[in-house]
């Protein structure tokens, strides 16, 4: 029963890792079905040891109509995120290098300016994500 909880989080993770790099162009149609053909194999085997029903056909449905399971879809909106993040730590660094003088006061006018950029930026990247 571990060696099958084990497997059945490799798995998930492995998918979760295809998934989430679909914004690197590394979109693998055939290895997303294969981990989720091994997931619901493993509940199938998991729900066996632990004496319950399983309904394949409509395990496997649930798994692929989860959001996100889509490797084309969404890849707009991981740009928009990848891109409010980078733009989230360029406004850090250039709050610190520019908003704060040499003895580590505030420029009120610089501040406010970068930590705006830091607040939307960083608004932008969790609203994306």
């Known amino acids: 029963?571990?060696?099958?909880?084990?497997?059945?989080v490799c798995w998930r993770e492995l998918r979760?890792?295809?998934?989430?790099?679909?914004?690197?162009?590394?979109?693998?149609p055939q290895q997303l079905a294969e981990a989720?053909?091994?997931?619901?194999?493993?509940?199938?085997?998991?729900a066996a040891i632990a004496g319950h029903g399983f309904d394949r056909p409509r395990?496997?449905?649930?798994l692929e109509a989860m959001p996100g399971s889509d490797l084309g879809a969404g890849?707009?909106?991981?740009?928009?995120?990848?891109?409010?993040?980078?733009?989230?730590?360029?406004a850090l660094l250039g709050f610190f290098t520019q908003a704060i003088d040499g003895e580590g006061?505030?420029?009120?006018?610089?501040a406010l300016g970068w930590g705006a950029a830091v607040l939307i930026s960083l608004a932008i990247w969790l609203l994306a994500m």
Do not use: F
């Not at 029963?1 to 059945?8: C, E, S």
């Open 36 to 46: 989720n053909a091994a997931i619901v194999d493993l509940m199938a085997r998991e």
């Open 75 to 90: 890849s707009g909106r991981s740009h928009l995120a990848a891109a409010a993040l980078v733009a989230w730590l360029g």
């Open 16 to 28: 979760s890792a295809l998934l989430a790099t679909r914004i690197l162009g590394v979109a693998d």
């Open 1 to 8: 029963a571990d060696d099958v909880a084990t497997a059945l």
């Open 59 to 62: 395990q496997t449905a649930a």
């Open 105 to 110: 006061k505030l420029r009120r006018p610089r």
